[in-house]
Structures are given as C-alpha cells and as structure tokens.
C-alpha cells in the first residue's frame, strides 16, 4: 500500500514536469542542469532605460546589458577605471575661452574629452534593426501588425548593426530631454556646454512626441557634442571636471540606438507595455529576453557579443590603453541567468540553502543562522553553512548614513558657539558602534567624516581620526567619555539640559520616517542616547512624502539620511555639505543646509584636482572644519554581507562596478550532484499522515454508521 | 428579473462614486502630485523641473476639480479628477504611475490569482462542509464539542503562521514542493499545491463553523421533526433534508465571492512568489502607484457589486419562493 501511494504521488508529480529533478526544484528539468546562474530579486526594477535608471537594483539588470565607455577593473583596490566600448581612457584637452587648445590649466577655461570606441561592436539582435528592401520593418506599426504581438519576441524578424559614436551622442541628448526625467540632467546642465541650451529648446517641444522627437533629437546637434568620425567623437565641458570620466561609466551615458527610440515611441507598442523602459537594446554580454518582474527576469548570453577577457591584476595600462593578461579567458562564462522574484526573506534563505539560488545575502532574521563569532573575534560563517561549502564575501558600501541637523534651525542650527557646543555635545553622546551593534548586527564601521572607505581621503579612525570626538591616549584612539558631552551643554548654555536663559528643559525634535517595529525600536535607542546629556527628544514619525516636505522647507530639525557614492572620488561625498548644494537654496542634496566659507572654498579647489597628496592635505583640512561644526553626527558606513556557493567562481566584492555577471562561473557538476543530494524527499510523514487519514475516515464511518443505526432522535 | 437587474447597476453607480471620490480625497488631497512625483522620481538628484515635466506628462499638473483657465466642457474635463477618476467608469485605467498600460497588466495578472483561489475555494468548499455535516451529525457530543475546540484554534492562529509553518514543513523538512514560485500552464501545478493546502487548512476553521451554524439553524426546523417522526435516518434526513435547505445560504455565500477571486490574496501570493493581481495590489500599495491602487479599488468595488448581483439572481434560482422585482 506503501509503495502505492508514493507511486500514485509520483505520478502525479510527472504529470508537472518533473523526472530526475528534485520535487521540490523551481526550475523545470530541462533548466536545472544547464550552464545558468540562479539568483533572485526582491524589488521590481522601476527603469530599465538608461536614462533614468539610479538604483543599485536597476543596475543589477541594466549594466549586464548595456555598455557605457568605460568600466571598473573588476580586481583592483581602490577603484580603477578601465575601458569597456572606449579603445582607451579620453585624452582631456583644456580650451581657452575661444576653444583653441591650451596647456596652460590656469588658462584653461573648458576641458574636452576626446573618445574613441572599438570598431565591430554589435547591438544585441532587435526587431528595431531590421530592414526589408533597405526600409525599416518595424517602425510604422499598424493596429493589423500587432495582432499577435504581445512582448518583443513575438517580432519574428530582428536584426543588428554596428555600435556608432552617434549612438553616444543620441543618448547624451536623451539626458537633456525632460520627457525622460533622467535624474542627471540638472548636474550634466552644470558641466556639459551646449546642454542648458539644447534642453531649453526640447521643453518648447514638449508637445510633439514619437517619430517626430526622434528625428529632432537625431538632426539636431548640442553645442559641446561634435562626432569626429563613426567611432569617435568629443565633448566639451563648462569648465575643467576630472570627476566627469567617472560618469561616462555610468549607465547614464550607455549608447541609444535612434532606431530603438523610434521603434518604442510607437503609442500602439506602448498600449502592450512594450517599452525602452521594459525592453532594453544594448551591446553587453547579456539580453534580457524575459522580462516579467512580477515572476523573474532572464538574461541570456548576446550571441552578438564581441568577446572580453577575463581581468587579472597584472592589467596595465599604458599610454591610456589597456593592456589584459587573461588573453584565453574569454567571457562571459555563463550561458544565462535567472532572476526570481523573491519578496519574503523566508522562501529566499531556504531555496539558497537548498541550492536553488547561487547566491544570497543574509538578511538580520538570518543571521545568526549564517554567521558566528569565532574565538578571536573575527565574523566567520557557521558549521552548517561551512559544511555546505557556502563562501562569505565581505565589503564595506562606497556609502554613509549620519544624523543630521538643519544649519537654518534656531536650536541646533547656526554658526555661533552655543549651537556649535550642543551639536559636538550630541555627537559625543551618540554611540554609533551600539547602534551598529544592535540595528545592523555588527555589519558597519564608524564614520568618522562623510568619506567611506575605499575613496580617497578616508579617515580610518586609528592614523587620522575626528578630533571632536575621538582623543590619544596611551597610544590608542579613544572615545571622548560623556563628561566631556555634558561639559560641552554647560558651554552651550544648557547644564544638566536645562535652557539657562529661561530654565526650561531642553526639548529637540527627530524627523523620522517609516512605521515598522525597527523603527521604534531605533528611535527608543535614539531617545535613550539624547537623555544621557538630559536632552529630551520628541520622534515625529511621518510618512516619506512628509519628511521630504519638511526637508525641502527647512522645517525639519534632526534627521537621518544616507548617500550613496555615485563614484569613487571625495568630491561625491564633500558635496554633500557645500553651501550651493543646499536643500532649501538650491534644491541640492546639502540637506543639513550647512554653509562654511572656508569649507566652500577648499571644496571648489579640491573637487577639480586629482589625487595628490596635495589633494590629501585639503581633504584633512576640509574635514576638520566639519569635524568641528558638526553638521551631521557622523554615522556609519554598511558593510555587505554576501554568500555563494562553493560551485560559484569569480566571486570578487567590487561595490563600484555593476556589470559582474560576465565573470561569473558555475560548476555545473559540482551543483547538480549537491542540489540532488540535499533535496531528497522524505516521504514518511506523508504515509504517516495518509494512514491516519484512512484511520480517521474508517472510524466515521463506523461512528456514522453505529450512530445511525441506534435511532436516537433529539 | 432585468429590471431588478437594470435597478441594481443603476443603484451602483452612486455607491461607485462615492468610493472613488474617497479614494481620489485619499491619494489627491492627502498626498499632493508633487510628492507623489518626488516619490517616482528617486532620492537622489530629483528638481522641481522634473517634478513639473512628470507632472506634466502624466496629466497631473491639472487643477483637482475644476479648470478655471478652460472655457466650455474643458472646465470640468481638465481636471485630475476627471482624467484620473471619472474615466475609470468606462474602464479606462489609465497609464500607472511607473508608465505601464493597467488594464493590460490586470488582464495578464488575473489569472494565476484564479488559479490559486479558485481550487482553495472548492477543496475548501467541500471540506468544510464535510466537517460541518460530520459535527452537526455528531451535535452535542463530545465529538462536537472537539470539532468546535478545533476550529477555534484554527481560526485563531494568524495565517502567516500557516505559511510558514506549512512552507518549513513541506518544502524545507519534507521537500516535496517548491517552496515559491511560479510557471505558466502544467508547470504552475507543483507551485500551487502548497498555496492551496495552506489556504485550505486556514480556511477549515471558520467555515465549518460558518457551515455548522447554518445546519444547525436549520435541523431545528419543524421539516425535519416531520422526516424524522417519518422515521427516516438521521443520515437520510441530514443529506436529503438539512443538507439541501442549508445550501441556499451556501450557495449565496459563494456566489458573492466568485467575482472577487480574481483579485487574488495579498498575503499568500506575496509569500509564494504568485505573480496575481493580490501581489500587483500590494506592491503598487508599497511604492504608492496611486493610479494602480485606485484602478484595483474600483475594480474591487465593481467586482463585490456584481457578486451582489449574482446573489440575488441565485437566490431565485435555488428558492422558488424568492422573486425579483
């Protein structure tokens, strides 16, 4: 009987599909031996268009497929640019202010890059490209034409052409279109010459769309953008930028195909949610050929791709070219990737232990399940994990999280002494390494300024540290104790927390935002840590949209916010407290408002320099000065947690670059044999319960029947 | 019958306005287009310029009722409330505020939602109902008694304990189904027996309650004093007799809520990964697409009328005694 219900439950699992692969396997038998990374999503992409694209979550997507100029050495510490499309790193020209070529930098009063890409690039095969009798198939669709059409590989026609230069400029005039929002086009407005104008004239377009768009934005030419020939062209910036490279390997600056514009500018393909946003056409190793962010989202190897080699760290370059090692390792290694939808921490963790998923992070219900302390304090993964051969790479976030306070409030903001005393005074009693302890499971270090680690300036806390709150004492940085806090109160005119000037108690209010359980516990921890100098402190709890109201009017007094770096370079962070970034000014993302002269000052000559020790010294200086005024408390930085499995190869903690997928590995053999060998089925309870099913109804029976037959009758 | 039916979406229509007028009072006067634009746009780098062109671009740079810059039909046209509200009552959905067609999205999510609740609902069905039947049989026993305990205990237990008790049990101890997921056509089966069992064990407690009750009220009435004086089994006089005047209150039930099984369920589809319209509700709920939430209010509004609807038209179609008019 045994040996029948499993057979009969068997049976009913071949109907589904499934022979050799475990019952419990998401992916179905053909799938789950091949050459395909598994991995999983939590949030849905919003934007796949370059254009718009900002989140980590995007680029996971986006950078596989699209290619910008450049990219980050995938190896290297710290940070190095590399060339992705470009043969070679620009050649900056300065201009002087009749755009004639200058070597004189003090002169200079424009820079230019010069850039070249590699010639034989080839988009990924896209309906957009193909032409019937040299006419364009698909790019004046009928009602008729679209009949049986519902995602972009009912198209039974794609074709490809050659990555152009005009195919950069396109894009970089995409950024200057309002209809497409992109997020930079207000710090490209600042630095790119012709872009102001070209926007300008777009806005008065706004009502024409489609085709007509495209052809504008095709024949129409932005000042500082010149194509110098099919595979090069230049582009001239305001004033000298050397942070602008950067930026050129963002997703932002990937090319756009015109014919791909044009193509999804059609209303009928947008009434079938065919979109660029949905749908991206790049040159990357990978296409996205399922896009259902609602299930998963596949990416499959570009049979069009050229071919990269695997980076190694004897890489060079020489004379801005690039010279690679791995001559032989041609990438990428993995035929396809699938991502899935996983919303709940719960399903995610058990199919990543299970085998189903590559890799995971470890989210906090997790972690103690993933990893321990061992006995010499270093964070080192657990016996069952270890067991399973599962590595664990960590990595500390290029990002910042601080508190802030509002400079234009009457208490804590200001510049004069008494706001600048209880401002040190609340940096010195809030415990960050509690608070990492805590909230973040130990996954974090201290801030000492606003510069992570990783980025040049950083100060690490034991050879340069934030005198305001850290002193020497024998031989060791120590933290100032909560005496010198309640010193500093006295001298802001509030002993004991208590307002001198009219003897009431000081009250400060935190800006706050999100509902969940972490959150009141954060703002109880909060609270606790302001009434160690008598300070109390009322929460006002808001929804998002609030809080941002508030930051935009100055009308919040202490908040919490983050940063993270867009690229490698201080001038990403100490922007962050330049006065002509301020929130209520300026719109910027200065949103404590700070405003120092002499902070102001070194900034503007930092930001265009280069890495130099020279560099160095007025980064020391510039952070002093906000180690001094306190305009954030200076938080922490996250460290990132991650885990694969034994059988993955490649895995590197590079938090700058996005596009990684390429270098990644699978050893089939090795996950086909312990997928099987950690899933089997266990069938016991299963016939346990069967018979106490058979039990249960032969004994109703049997009650029904007795019951019936004494014919007693209420 | 088709006046009372033309009678009943003639009364709907203002109950449908007063629900969408709440839920335009909710996310227009709460939340201003300006912050809900911020909200699309990002955190980082976002100006009033990009607010404005978002704003622009999806029609909500309109006054909220009325246009006094528009002359005629325009007055009233012009506005964010005709252009988002009143055009959802000839289903025009709109665009959702991430730029995807909803109408078109509603129809692709619908159906694994169905797949979900409509087996949960007839395996719930008729389980509960068995167990019903079986404590009514058994009324004022210890049996009953048990049975009562039991379902109370079920219905007090949170159905998140459910899923993942029933996800650690199944698919990670025992390891005979995904764990979550989904696929189209025969391969959804080994991705929907969990959510189903689960959804079914939920379901155990309050509906044979809900069931019981109703045998219960109705094994007191005189009818079947009569059968059984008849001298007929209590079996027969349950099956033939209880049974069948009981289904009219079933039936009603059910019917009320066929319709609204295309909305799917918040909780479980978000749990098992089930691509419906219950995890589109929920997602849209957590990154404030108002267009979608306000398009699955009215569609759920609509949907719970015209279960009404059906009610009253089975009613007629299971007691000859009731008429429509």
Known sequence: ?714 | MINYIFKRILYAIPILIGVNLLTFTLFFVVNSPDEVARLHLGNKRVTQEQIQSWNEQRGYNFPLFFNQSETGLNVIKKTIFYEKSVKLFYFDFGISDSGRDIKYDIKQRMWPSLAIALPSLLVGLMINITFALFFVFFRATKVDYIGVIFCVALMSISSLFYIIGGQYLISKLLQLVPISGYAQGVDAIKFLILPVFISVIYGIGSGTRWYRSLFLEEIEKDYVKTAKSKGLSEVSVLFNHVFKNALIPILTGVVVILPLLFLGSLIVESFFGIPGLGSYTIDAIQSQDFAIVRAMVFLGTILYIFGLILTDISYTLVDPRVRLK
């Open chain 1, 1 to 714: 009987m045994i040996n029948d219900l499993k057979n009969i439950f068997l049976l009913s699992i071949f109907l589904f599909g499934c022979s050799d692969n475990p019952l419990n396997s998401p992916y179905s038998d053909n799938k789950s031996t091949q050459n395909i990374l598994y991995s999983s999503f939590q949030e849905r992409p919003k934007h796949l268009d370059p254009v718009r694209s900002y989140s980590s979550n995007e680029y996971a997507f986006l950078a596989q497929i699209y290619e910008p100029l450049f990219q980050y050495h995938y190896l290297k510490k710290p940070y190095e640019l590399i060339p992705l499309t470009a043969t070679k790193l620009p050649e900056v020209q300065y201009l002087d202010s009749s755009f004639r070529v200058t070597k004189k930098v003090k002169n200079a009063r424009y820079s230019k890059y010069i850039l070249n890409i590699k010639k034989g690039i080839l988009y990924q095969n896209h309906p957009a490209f193909f032409k019937e009798k040299s006419k364009y198939l698909y790019h004046s669709l009928g009602l008729d034409d679209l009949k049986n059409i519902n995602t972009l590989s009912d198209f039974k026609k794609s074709s490809t052409r050659e990555l152009l230069s005009d195919d950069y400029i396109y894009q970089i005039k995409r950024l200057a279109d309002n209809l497409n929002h992109s997020p930079i086009s207000g710090v490209m407005q600042e630095y790119i010459y012709g872009f102001t104008e070209y926007k300008e004239q777009l806005s008065k377009l706004n009502n024409i769309s489609g085709e007509k768009r495209v052809s504008y934005l095709k024949n129409n030419k932005m000042l500082g953008i010149k194509k110098i020939d099919d595979f090069s062209f230049s582009i001239i910036l305001k004033k000298p930028y050397p942070q602008f490279v950067y930026w050129l390997a963002m997703p932002f600056f990937a090319p756009m195909p015109w014919e791909a514009d044009l193509f999804y500018s059609q209303q009928q393909l947008k009434k079938k949610n065919i979109t660029l946003n949905w749908y991206p056409v790049g040159t990357g190793p990978f296409m996205l050929t399922e896009n259902n962010p609602n299930l998963r989202m596949v990416l499959k190897r570009n049979g069009n791709f050229r071919g990269e080699v695997y980076p190694s760290l004897e890489d060079k370059i020489k004379n801005k070219k690039m010279y690679s090692k791995n001559k032989e390792k041609v990438i990428p290694f993995i035929d396809e990737a699938i991502f899935s939808l996983e919303k709940e921490q719960i399903p995610r963790w058990n199919k990543f232990l299970q085998g189903y998923y590559d890799n995971s992070g470890i989210a906090s219900d997790n972690y103690d399940q993933a990893v321990s302390l061992n006995n010499s304090g270093d964070i080192t993964l657990t016996e069952e994990l270890k067991e399973k051969g599962i590595h664990l790479s960590m990595a500390t976030a290029a990002s910042t999280y601080y508190i802030g306070f509002n400079m234009l409030d009457g208490t804590v903001g200001g510049k004069s002494n008494r706001a600048k005393y209880l401002r040190q005074a609340i940096t010195l009693a809030i415990d960050y390494e509690e608070y990492i302890s805590i909230f973040a499971n130990g996954r974090g270090i201290v801030a000492q300024s606003p510069i992570p680690p990783g980025i040049f300036g950083y100060q690490d806390g034991i050879k340069k540290y934030n005198k305001t709150i850290y002193s020497f004492k024998n031989k060791r940085i120590v933290k100032k104790n909560i005496e010198k806090a309640k010193i500093l109160m006295e001298k802001a005119g509030y002993p004991n927390g208590i307002n001198q000037k009219n003897g009431k108690p000081l009250i400060l209010y935190f800006e706050a935002t999100g509902s969940g359980a972490d959150t009141y516990s954060f703002l109880n921890w909060l609270r606790k840590q302001f009434k160690k100098i008598n300070i109390q402190l009322v929460t006002r709890v808001t929804d998002y949209n609030r809080f941002q109201e508030k930051m935009i009017n100055g009308t919040g007094q202490i908040f919490q916010w983050g940063w993270n770096a867009d690229y490698p370079d201080p001038e990403n962070f100490l922007f962050l407290l330049y006065s002509k970034n301020g929130k209520v000014k300026y719109s910027g993302e200065n949103a404590s408002n700070y405003d120092s002269k002499d902070f102001d000052r070194l900034f503007i000559k930092m930001k265009n320099m280069r890495n130099s020790i020279e560099r160095e010294k007025i980064i020391d200086q510039m952070l002093s000065i906000i180690q001094e005024d306190c305009p954030w408390i200076w938080g922490w930085h996250p460290k990132s947690f991650s885990l694969s499995h034994g059988w993955v190869e490649n895995v590197e903690s590079n938090l700058m670059a996005n596009n990684t997928l390429k270098y990644k590995k699978i050893k089939l053999n090795s996950r086909n044999k312990n997928i099987k060998s950690w899933n089997k089925a266990n069938f016991t309870l299963l016939y346990i319960l069967a018979f106490l099913i058979f039990l249960l109804i032969l004994s109703v029976f049997f009650m029904v029947r007795k019951k019936d037959r004494e014919k007693i009758y209420d």
